[in-house]
T-cell receptor, first 115, second 116 residues
């Protein structure tokens, strides 16, 4: 069965510092990988996705992620964090189940940004 | 584009009440919609997958008679929590996936359900 691990429950960075959120997945086939962000009391917003091709994926809000098959990782990065980036971040792997593509989510990483 | 509207955003009701939550894809057609449940400070747990015009597929451990899902059109799916009890209190989130290859899921803003 597929699984997603986000090793860091909570990360704190200073505004302007660089950020890397870790994500490791377990899946028998080529995965579809996603990063979502969730602000308190709201739904999820898609930051970026990887399906195939270039392993460095650019997303919205200045985020990028790199797919490394050898490490089964899909880490999210941002060169300079803004206070508005404080939120919960979820990594997800998409699988095909029957006729649907389902998502399995990691446990999330809470990002705190210090002024 | 790709906006998913979920309504209501917050519901407070008495135990024993049935509550309906709507999920609409506003600017695209969604052949597949998903319903998730999220407990405080936890990840999203998939409850069921619904395809337009067919019965929903429920995940193991989810009571289909308790959580009724209807996906009557390509833009609307509903989740009805029947005879809700305090243990059903949670944050429910829907998502919708458009037609075509490699379409991601787009999420609604969630519904906070509080059963007194």
């Amino acid at each position: 069965a597929q699984s997603v691990t986000q090793p860091d429950i909570h990360i704190t960075v200073s505004e302007g510092a660089s950020l890397e959120l870790r994500c490791n997945y377990s899946y028998g086939a080529t995965p579809y990988l996603f990063w979502y962000v969730q602000s308190p009391g709201q739904g999820l917003q898609l930051l970026l996705k990887y399906f195939s091709g270039d392993t460095l994926v650019q997303g919205i809000k200045g985020f990028e992620a790199e797919f490394k098959r050898s490490q089964s990782s899909f880490n999210l990065r941002k060169p300079s964090v803004h206070w508005s980036d404080a939120a919960e971040y979820f990594c997800a792997v998409g699988i095909i189940s029957g006729s649907a593509r389902q998502l399995t989510f990691g446990s999330g990483t809470q990002l705190t940004v210090l002024p | 584009g790709a906006v998913v509207s979920q309504h209501p955003s917050w519901v407070i009701c008495k135990s024993g009440t049935s509550v309906k939550i709507e999920c609409r894809s506003l600017d695209f057609q969604a052949t597949t919609m998903f319903w998730y449940r999220q407990f405080p400070k936890q990840s999203l747990m998939l409850m069921a997958t619904s395809n337009e015009g067919s019965k929903a597929t429920y995940e193991q451990g989810v009571e289909k008679d308790k959580f009724l899902i209807n996906h009557a059109s390509l833009t609307l799916s509903t989740l009805t929590v029947t005879s809700a009890h305090p243990e059903d209190s949670s944050f429910y989130i829907c998502s919708a996936r458009g037609t075509g290859k490699n379409q991601p899921q787009h999420f609604g803003d969630g519904t906070r359900l509080s059963i007194l």
